[in-house]
């Protein structure tokens, strides 16, 4: 079984320009979740969404980040403009929603480095 | 969320066990304790999950305390391979389903 797809693994950008990344979960995997994991820390939630509805966005910063998951099934997190602040690991998770404890799984997530 | 508390980091050596242990005294009634693993440039993994009763699954157990404010989880012989931050998470039943992810335990595995 294929595990949960990111891309680019790497990125490089200069500050203010644009940056998209995209996640395409596992198969029947209607929950997608987007954390952001500083060097050294834990990843932190940024957005989640069950099937195409964002349910806790409350951690993105919208002013510069926008996410979206047309047709419930893979998603695209943007940052427009990039900030210095914003290099980071970018990591997309999925899990089937069976309202009980389920297991996350992560892709290999995005390294993006803002000069 | 209720927080957990870890140890920076730990070593061990190779094929010998070990314990990673986690502190969480204000875990409530309906938290579950799940505990994650990230090996370098790779996305967190699942490890295990307990409520009450220690657990054991092919990779790890875990050793739940009685009164439930630490657990214990055990790599019963520890590779090169098993070398990652190890993160103890809470979670509530019927919750969020974010995972709140402290710094974790950055384990070496010596050779």
């Known amino acids: 079984e294929a595990g949960v797809v990111q891309s680019p693994r790497y990125k490089i950008i200069e500050k203010k320009q644009p940056v998209a990344f995209w996640c395409n979960p596992i198969s029947g995997h209607n929950t997608l979740y987007w954390y952001r994991q500083n060097l050294g820390q834990g990843p932190e939630l940024l957005i989640r969404y069950e099937n195409e509805e964002a349910v806790d966005d409350s951690q993105l910063p919208k002013d510069r980040f926008s996410a979206e998951r047309l047709k419930g099934v893979d998603s695209t997190l943007k940052i427009q403009p990039a900030e210095l602040g914003d290099s980071a690991v970018y990591l997309c998770?999925?899990?089937?929603?069976?309202?009980?404890?389920?297991?996350?799984?992560f892709g290999p997530g995005t390294r993006l480095l803002v000069l | 969320d209720a927080k957990t508390t870890q140890p920076n980091s730990m070593e061990s050596n190779e094929e010998e066990p070990v314990h990673l242990p986690c502190n969480h005294s204000?875990?409530?009634?309906?938290?579950?304790i799940h505990w994650y693993r990230q090996l370098p440039s790779q996305g967190p993994e699942y490890v295990i999950h307990?409520?009450?009763s220690n657990v054991n699954n092919r990779m790890a157990s875990l050793a739940i305390a009685e009164d439930r404010k630490s657990s214990t989880l055990i790599l019963h012989r520890a590779t090169l391979r098993d070398a990652a931050v190890y993160y103890c998470i809470l979670r509530v039943q019927g919750g969020s389903e974010k995972l709140v992810f402290g710094k974790g335990t950055k384990l070496t595995v010596n050779p």
């Open positions: 307990g409520l009450t």
């Open positions: 998770a999925s899990s089937l929603d069976l309202a009980g404890q389920e297991t996350q799984y």
């Open positions: 204000t875990i409530s009634g309906t938290d579950y």
